[in-house]
């Protein structure tokens, strides 16, 4: 299977946000960071929240990511809100 055919939900748009939230997050010292959510039916979402202690993990992958994405602007963005925490 070639790369564009593997497609997942991380796109650049996905990026922004949690640049976004990871900064909303340590300017208002929350002890967690919202990734997002999952449609499971039309009565159920299922949200996605990471907690402090995993952030640095967590900004590793989102770098991998934006690198797998050629989403370069974005890998600097997380190395320094990695250097924030």
Not at 26 to 46: A, Q, R, T
Request: charged share 40%; net charge negative; hydrophobic share 35%.
């Amino acid at each position: 299977m070639r790369k564009k055919e593997r497609k997942t939900d991380v796109d650049a748009e996905y990026l922004d946000m949690m640049v976004y939230n990871f900064k909303y997050a340590i300017e208002y010292n929350y002890p967690s960071v919202y990734m997002g959510y999952s449609i499971i039916d039309d009565d159920y979402l299922k949200e996605y929240w990471v907690k402090k202690s995993d952030w640095l993990k967590t900004l590793d992958i989102l770098i991998e990511c934006a690198i797998d994405e050629e989403e370069y602007e974005y890998c600097n963005e997380f190395k320094k809100i990695k250097e924030l925490i």
